[in-house]
């Protein structure tokens, strides 16, 4: 037995390495390709490494195609949807969480916000664009950051209900005792403590906003209001496609989210195991 030990860990090891060159060749490949000049792309024989690196599909992307201006959409969209939800998620759980609610109140909120999640965008996203194109809103940056907010609410409201539960009333009892209103136990003690949620659910439905293309694709026509994922799209035209461009796009999408998610992992971590899938 103690003989099979070592030989498992190797095992284990090697497999490690096996799935971890699995998942890292093609991004590897990725970041290769966007690295390539347009001419070594049709070599006759593919190449691995690229044998005259250079950042000028990079250049292209951002400033040729004036693709900045679709990065900066994105990331507006993203901030602002990802803020307004959690905003009215905060309001919709703090009343279930910290007040005497039924238990029936509470499932019912909770079911509700469960079904939003199951609706398919694909389902709505004719009527959204009918409503969308009443209200004057078409090809406009509030149309996307209303429908981000929208179809990312049930998450936000699942994970930050998780964490508020997790605080105890006591703490929040204390501050009204002490004389503090509402408000300032929110402001004060609640808001505080329950942080380290609001930015394991900002961080996840920004990164769900980053990556959404349907809406996005549909209700924006103009560089003016479309985001990254659409212009990546536009990299595919009906005579050719352009490879390391659309190489160096993706790098580009992947590099924001995975830094903010690097940035705060501890947090996401504690949002993934500790808020949102935990109940009592």
Known sequence: MRGRRPLRRILAVIGLL??????????????????????????????IVPQSPTLAA???????????????????????????????????????????????????VMNWALSLRFLAPIAVVIPYFTVVRTLGIYNQLPALILAYTIFNLPLSIWMLRGFLREIPLEIEEAALVDGGSR?????????????????????????????????????????????????????????????????????????????VMFAARRHVATGLTFGAIRDK
Not at 18 to 46: D, H, M, N, R, W
Not at 224 to 234: D, I, L
Not at 253 to 258: E, G, R, S, W
Request: with cysteine.
């Open 18 to 47: 096996v799935v971890g060159i699995i998942f890292i060749f093609p991004l590897y490949v990725l970041i290769a390709t966007s690295l390539k000049p347009k001419a070594e792309l049709f070599l006759g024989e593919p190449t």
């Open 58 to 108: 990079f250049q292209d992307v951002l400033f040729g195609r004036n693709m900045i201006t679709l990065l900066m959409n994105s990331i507006i969209v993203g901030l602002a949807s990802t803020i307004l939800a959690l905003i009215i998620a905060m309001a919709i759980c703090y009343p279930i969480t910290r007040l005497p609610t039924t238990r029936r109140t509470r499932a019912g």
């Open 183 to 259: 408000w300032q136990a929110f402001r004060h003690v609640l808001l505080p403590m329950s942080r380290i949620g609001v930015l394991a659910a900002g961080i996840i439905v920004f990164a769900f906003d980053w990556a959404e293309f349907q809406f996005a694709f549909i209700l924006t026509a103009t560089p003016q209001s479309q985001t990254f994922p659409v212009g990546v799209a536009g990299l595919v035209t009906q005579f050719e496609i352009i490879w390391n461009q659309m190489a160096a796009a993706a790098v580009i999408a992947i590099v924001i989210p995975v830094i």
